[in-house]
């Protein structure tokens, strides 16, 4: 299972380093003089291959509607292209180097397991305030996608602050708890894409009418995957361990 649950969370990373990568060649056509309006040559790709994959006709209503949905998201975010840099790099390398801290073998290696941990917790914070940045200032989806994005940025935070609090008092029970949510809400945004994908393939929707949903049905699912994990994993009821203190190690 924890094997699984390991795949699993590499296959988000990837799929959300795949989208930061995406968005940075895009932002970085902007930086250098390109039109805020036009989308990239691998947005314009990718649209293409989302097309094909899903067998839509790029003469249907459907594909215009796409096509829509990807404009007005670039225009968007290539209007902020130093705050959008600023999210997704940092966003990318946390994501990628997530996995690596839930790693069996790196936990192993106390300094190389706490250095990043410490590394995360860095990179979290401009990925955070420039998402709930972004979440105000440029919302996708309305004041219904916005709140949520605002939340699930609060509680991001929160987390992390959590974790950290607790490796410094010693208590490496509660820290890894909050360091499992913590990590479990970096991912919601990959859950969203992946649910995307997975509605585009069962209904003939596009993203104006699902992306509001699945900006809550995304952290939602993600909390409520680390709470079961946290207790699936936990040996002993997690209030009822008392702290110790030691020296801090990020779990």
Request: net charge positive; proline share 6%.
């Amino acid at each position: 299972m924890k094997t699984l649950a390991w795949c699993a969370v590499a296959a988000l990373a990837v799929i959300g380093a795949a989208g930061a990568v995406t968005r940075t060649i895009a932002v970085t056509r902007v930086l250098g003089g390109a039109p805020a309006a036009e989308m990239s040559p691998l947005d314009v790709e990718y649209q293409r291959q989302v097309a094909a994959l899903y067998g839509i006709d790029e003469e249907s209503a459907r594909y215009r509607a796409i096509d829509r949905d990807m404009k007005d998201g670039s225009l968007k975010y290539n209007s902020l292209p130093v705050v959008m840099l600023l999210h997704v790099v940092p966003g990318a390398l946390f994501l990628l180097a997530a996995p690596l801290q839930l790693s069996g073998r790196v936990r192993r290696h106390a300094a190389v397991h706490r250095s990043l941990g410490y590394l995360l917790l860095v990179l979290a914070i401009p990925f955070a305030l420039t998402g709930l940045y972004i979440g105000v200032r440029q919302p996708m989806f309305g004041p219904v996608g916005a709140t949520a994005a605002v939340l699930l940025g609060g509680f991001f935070i929160h987390a992390g602050v959590r974790a950290y609090v607790a490796i410094r008092a010693g208590d490496r029970t509660r820290h890894r708890a909050w360091m499992l949510r913590f990590l479990a809400l970096a991912y919601a945004i990959a859950v969203m894409r992946a649910l995307s994908m997975l509605a585009f393939a069962l209904f003939p929707v596009s993203m104006r009418e699902i992306g509001a949903p699945l900006f809550w049905i995304g952290p939602i699912l993600s909390a409520l995957a680390a709470e079961w994990w946290i207790r699936r994993t936990a040996s002993t009821p997690i209030a009822a361990r008392p702290a110790r203190p030691r020296a801090p190690v990020l779990s």
